[in-house]
C-alpha cells in the first residue's frame, strides 16, 4: 500500500505530460508522516502507480498564508484510451491537478 501526494505538474501547452509525485510513508517512532521529495513522473507512470491497489493520492497545497504544505483533494484514476488522473469533482479549483504549479519552467 503506497500513500502519495502530488504537488505539481510539467506541462507542453496544456496538456498535463509530467506529475511531481512525492511518497507519504511513516516517521521513524511511528507518530507521524514523512513526505519525501517530489520526483518527476511522466504522466503513463503516474496513472500505472496509482492504478495499483491499495495506492492512493492526494494534491499537494502550499498555503502563502500558513507558509505550510496540505493534503488536497483525492485524485483518482479514470478509465478512458488512455487512463487518466482526475481529482474529486468538488468544485475547489486549487486543488484541481490542472491548477498545480507547472513546473516546467522551473525544473
Known sequence: ????????????????????????????????YVLGQAVKMTKASTVALLDQPNNSAKTYLWS??????????????????PKFLRTNHDGVLKDNLSHLPDYSWVW
Open 1 to 32: 500500500m503506497g500513500e502519495y501526494r502530488i504537488s505539481g505538474v510539467w506541462k507542453s501547452g496544456n496538456v498535463i505530460t509530467h506529475y511531481a509525485v512525492h511518497t507519504r510513508t511513516r516517521n521513524a517512532d511511528n507518530t507521524g
Open 64 to 81: 502563502y498564508q500558513t507558509a505550510l504544505w496540505s493534503a488536497g483533494s483525492d485524485i483518482h484514476v479514470v478509465d478512458g484510451n
